[in-house]
């Protein structure tokens, strides 16, 4: 997927949006804060096919800090259906930007308000729905009830506060409460844990396809979520599968442990929700191998990176410390130091994929071209691999 050549590229930062079930909805698109005049080149980045195919059917949030220049010109190579504009709040106070914003509005672009309005100022600008951070407080309820919605509770930190802003009349949902799960999970049962952890062990040291099939019949969710994969469109099979050694068959020893890697976090909690860490997890894995190819290492290389990136996130899955899982499994001694202590080639890589900036892209020799890439090709990843599990 080739990107269009702009003269500074923007760095751009997809952010996920779910709704009260944790299924992803829409990906929030976030410049970074020395981009410049970056949202035109996003603009231009946007036109090209493959990014909304990429993306397909999530709706792209794409924010407008200075509406007033805006153009219909800009949006009109865009599918309107799949476009949310956030404009701030504070923006729409101007009379000019309101008639502006109604006639894009008007043009089937919805609107998204950042922040809070007085007055009839949101429907004046023939906004939907607002987006607010409600980590801490609720936005009055007549902000809420005088458009349609869906509105946007940003900062959200655990599913707990994610019911209470739903009650409020919030239907999407951000933050990092895939990272501060509940901890009466099945994941912190005993039993379970170490089932999970001999399971990973095997994938680490390539078992036999047996062992890992005698283990297989002992977890029956992860039984069932391999077989519905394997069944899945995603694999088009003339005639459905009904056993493990059919399943490890169709998939493939590659496969198979990617793919087992990932269905450990699809595990149904408690309350029936999906795992947020699943996708989460996805395009950590996704993205970290994007980069190691974009770094020119070797397939045994990227294959590793890709490791490190879905095992990242296992403390949290397990509700144990890392040392400990570490321990339980024989891993590669880069991966055990990019999961320790985010140190060696692998660590760096996994430090950058958390968090970054111009100045560690540049420094890791990766150009915003190719962090786009892995980034858009990993939420591709993520999206499949929610909608086949």
């Avoid at 399971?199 to 390539?206: F, H, K, P, V, Y």
């Avoid at 290492?297 to 890392?322: H, N």
């Avoid at 130091?337 to 140190?343: G, N, P």
């Amino acid at each position: 997927m080739s990107a269009p050549e702009i003269s500074p590229f923007p760095l751009v930062e997809l952010h996920a949006v779910s709704n009260a079930h944790n299924e992803w909805v829409a990906l929030a698109f976030a410049l970074s804060p020395d981009a410049g005049d970056a949202f035109q080149a996003t603009l231009t980045l946007l036109k090209t096919p493959d990014v909304f195919a990429a993306l397909a059917p999530m709706d792209c949030i794409l924010p407008v800090p200075n509406p007033q220049l805006l153009e219909l010109s800009h949006l009109e190579t865009l599918p309107s259906n799949r476009v949310i504009l956030r404009v701030p709040a504070a923006a729409c106070a101007d009379v000019a930007v309101q008639r502006k914003l109604s006639s894009y509005a008007d043009a089937g672009y919805r609107i998204m308000i950042d922040g809070v309005t007085e007055g009839s100022t949101a429907t004046m600008c023939g906004a939907r729905s607002l987006m607010t951070d409600a980590s801490m407080s609720l936005p009055p309820v007549l902000a809420l009830v005088a458009q349609p919605g869906p509105h946007l509770a940003m900062g959200m930190r655990s599913e707990e506060r994610i019911a209470e802003c739903a009650k409020a009349g919030f239907s999407w949902f951000a933050g990092d409460f895939a990272n501060h799960p509940a901890q009466d999970g099945n994941a912190g049962d005993g039993t379970s844990r170490k089932r999970l952890l001999a399971l990973l062990g095997l994938l680490a040291r390539d078992a036999d396809s047996r062992e890992l099939e005698v283990l297989l019949k002992q977890d029956p969710a992860l039984a069932y979520h391999l077989l519905k994969l394997v069944n899945s469109a995603a694999f088009a099979l003339s005639s459905p599968i009904h056993s493990f050694g059919q399943a490890i068959n169709v998939l493939g020893r590659r496969q198979l442990q990617r793919w087992l890697q990932l269905l450990l976090y699809a595990r149904q909690q408690d309350d029936g929700l999906a795992n947020p860490l699943l996708p989460l997890a996805a395009v950590r894995a996704s993205m970290m191998e994007g980069l190691a190819k974009a770094l020119d290492w070797d397939r045994d290389q990227q294959d590793m990176a890709f490791v490190a990136g879905v095992f990242s996130l296992l403390d949290v899955l397990l509700a144990m410390p890392m040392t400990e899982i570490v321990a339980a499994l024989s891993l590669d001694l880069d991966v055990v130091m990019a999961l320790l202590d985010r140190a060696g080639p692998l660590g760096d890589l996994l430090k950058l994929v958390e968090q970054h900036d111009s100045a560690s892209l540049e420094q890791a020799g990766i150009s915003h071209e190719a962090y786009w890439e892995a980034q858009l090709q990993a939420y591709h990843w993520a999206i499949q691999v929610s909608r086949n599990i």
